[in-house]
């Protein structure tokens, strides 16, 4: 803030991620707090970007994505979920899935709309609220289950929410919303106004739950005819495709819906880096199986980093999706989660993110968000650090 400009966010700092990867960079630490790869993606993928940028894509595509890009989505979505989506009207091509969820809101929220959103909630949720005029309204996923609370929810509902935010897998708790929760949603909106804004970045990402074989699956607001309707559904490449740099992502959303969305798209970013388009619809189109395995792929990096903490105190919450693992650290110390990993990055050489501060009133349980995303090498090498404290 200024002298002459109030701030229009006055309690929004830095984002973590961005705090933590710099502390990490600063101190030579292994990096475990923002979430990204530190492994390649495909080299098919990357030949295909080099090849289109040669082959002259390189001036504005489309609005709304590439067509080539679309359609490869609208089939993914029918595929894997059997819900039809026109790759013409209803899949819009995005700069991430920020920009997606922003625009979102943009395109939806007036001054005084409330939208409810769940603790602990993703960091950009609320500023793109705030920025609109609308108000954050809060319900609880309650430490350690990160579970709903349907009665909460029902109870939170007024004639001024405008909109509910949804995200499972969940980040930072790795927690997965069951068939169950998705119908209670499907419900509770039922005869009502409100859109649904479904964060489904990580929906490749849902391991078996119990580590006893059944796969628990991604139960995307697409399946549901109710919430479909009045659904932005977002996904993003950058998780799926360990392109998190490249920032695409898309919406999904009936017609209706699409066309307001596009309003805002066009006069936000009007359109997404054009090589990378062409070359992710190549890719989808040649290797429609990378997606189908990513959640083994992760699975098998979430056991490996969950061994090598097994013999540490830290002691490890069920993690059922996502690339995050959540760990307390009640038998080491008793500092705030936002001092302890510091500390840890400091003295320890390992970072992670404090999930306090996805909570609006602070609420700290002593609970850190470590990434898995990361080379066999690096899970070891921050798992021996870790055992030592
Ligand atoms: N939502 C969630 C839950 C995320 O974890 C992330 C990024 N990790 C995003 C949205 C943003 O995705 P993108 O990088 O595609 O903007
Ligand atoms: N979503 C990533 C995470 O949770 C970070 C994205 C960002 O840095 N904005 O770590």
Redesign the pocket.
Known sequence: MTHFLPSRLPRVGTTIFTVMSRLAAECGAINLSQ?FPDFSPSPYLLDRVTHHMAAGANQYPPMAGVPSLRAAIAEKVQRLYGAGYDAESEVTVTA????A?YTAIAACVRPGDEVIVFAPV?D?YVPGIELNGGRAVYAHLRFPGFKPDWDEVRALITPRTRMIII?SP??PSGSVWSAGDMAMLESLVRDTNIVVVS?E??EHVVFDQDGAGGTRRHESVTRYPGLRERSFV?S????TYHV?GW?V?YCLAPRELTNEFRKAHQFIVFTVHHPSQLALADFMRERPEFADELAAFYQAKRDFFRQQLAGSRFELLPCAG?YFQLATYAAISDEPDTRFVQRLTREHGVAGIPVSVFNPDGDDRHVIRFCFAKNEATLAAAGERLRAL
């Open positions: 979430g991430g899935a920020t920009q969820i993703y950009s995200n969940h980040n964060d970045v990580y977002v993003s490449f950058g998780k998190t920032k992502a996502t």
